[in-house]
């Protein structure tokens, strides 16, 4: 992985150089009211060709599962900066 792009504290570029995973990442820190809003962006190239495509349709779901709950947990820990409608999911 490359950082393409750093400014600190509000944005990370990075770029993905791996195998089987290729690509691009952005994380942002924006304010938001009183606070701030974090913000994960990755666009990924699977270098498994058919196979990949077929096993990442199966994968995906649990891996959104999984993040969700991360996301999740971790927002518990800040209980007085997240709204009720967030942690919802």
Not at 3 to 32: F, K, N, Q, S, Y
Request: hydrophobic share 50%; charged share 15%.
């Amino acid at each position: 992985m490359v950082i393409t792009g750093w400014e600190p504290p509000r944005r990370c570029v990075v770029h993905r150089t791996g195998r089987p995973v290729r690509g691009d990442g952005l994380c942002e820190v924006m304010p938001a009211g009183a606070g701030s809003q974090f913000s994960w962006t990755e666009q990924l190239l699977l270098l498994l060709a058919v196979a990949g495509r077929l096993a990442w349709l199966m994968v995906c779901p649990l891996l959104q599962w999984g993040m969700a709950a991360s996301l999740r947990r971790f927002a518990r820990l800040f209980p007085a900066c997240v709204s009720r409608r967030a942690l919802a999911g």
